[in-house]
């Protein structure tokens, strides 16, 4: 079965650049959720999205802006990277309809890998 | 949101049954209990989520208190490849999951 996919896996920066993450969902997902997660810490909610539109938004840095297009896919931009942005980002899906409902299971990808040096 | 706390850590025997237990005091009536779990280096998985009765799934299965005021995920026959941070996250509604700290459960063989 197809799974979330997330583009690239590994991904090396230095300070003050800018990176990009991509993210893919489960065909007929339309809810997009980003998560960050820090070595050894639990994964933080950053942002999420429904039908094209930011549904939530949690910690997520001001050098952060996400969306999501009209194929359901979504994007992280990251601006002026600090180290501190070192970590794994997670997106995941679920879907159809907003959130897969009241019990709808996230299906996570196998995240993003950033390094800032 | 509603918080839950869990233990730390927790270990088993390879094949033997883990009770992995979670309290949630502060829950309200429209609150589902989810349960993820992360494996090394691996994105979160679901693996089962209940709101008053106990549920059974291939995976695992959820016990829920009469109060729903705690919950027990129950993994029948532990094996290498259930080592895995457990999480337990109460939903209500259409929300995000938000990630407390989970169990670190270290499975010997």
Redesign the interface.
């Known amino acids: 079965a197809a799974g979330?996919i997330q583009s690239p896996r590994h991904l090396i920066k230095e300070k003050r650049e800018t990176a990009t993450l991509k993210c893919y969902p489960i065909p007929r997902h339309d809810t997009v959720?980003w998560?960050q997660q820090g070595p050894g810490q639990?994964?933080?909610?950053l942002i999420?999205f429904y039908e094209k539109m930011q549904?939530?938004k949690?910690s997520i840095p001001d050098r952060f802006s996400a969306q999501q297009f009209s194929d359901y896919h979504s994007e992280l931009n990251m601006s002026s990277l600090e180290l501190g942005d070192s970590a794994l980002y997670?997106c995941?899906s679920t879907g159809p309809g907003?959130?897969g409902?009241?019990?709808?299971?996230?299906?996570?990808?196998?995240?993003s890998r950033l390094t800032v040096l | 949101d509603a918080k839950t706390t869990q233990p730390n850590s927790m270990e088993s025997n390879e094949e033997e049954p883990v009770h992995l237990p979670c309290n949630h005091s502060t829950i309200s009536g429209t609150d589902?209990i989810h349960w993820?779990r992360?494996l090394p280096s691996?994105?979160?998985?679901?693996v089962i989520?209940g709101l008053t009765s106990n549920v059974n799934n291939r995976m695992a299965s959820l016990a829920i208190a009469e109060d729903r005021k705690s919950s027990t995920l129950i993994l029948h026959r532990a094996t290498l490849r259930d080592a895995a941070?457990y999480?337990c996250i109460l939903?209500?509604?259409?929300?995000?999951?938000?990630?407390?700290?989970?169990t670190r459960l270290l499975v010997s063989p």
């Open positions: 979330v959720y998560y639990d994964p933080q909610f999420s549904s939530d949690g997670f995941a907003l959130a409902g009241p019990t709808g299971e996230l299906f996570f990808g196998e995240g | 589902y993820y992360q691996q994105g979160p998985e679901y989520h941070v999480y939903r209500a509604g259409f929300q995000k999951l938000v990630f407390g700290t989970g």
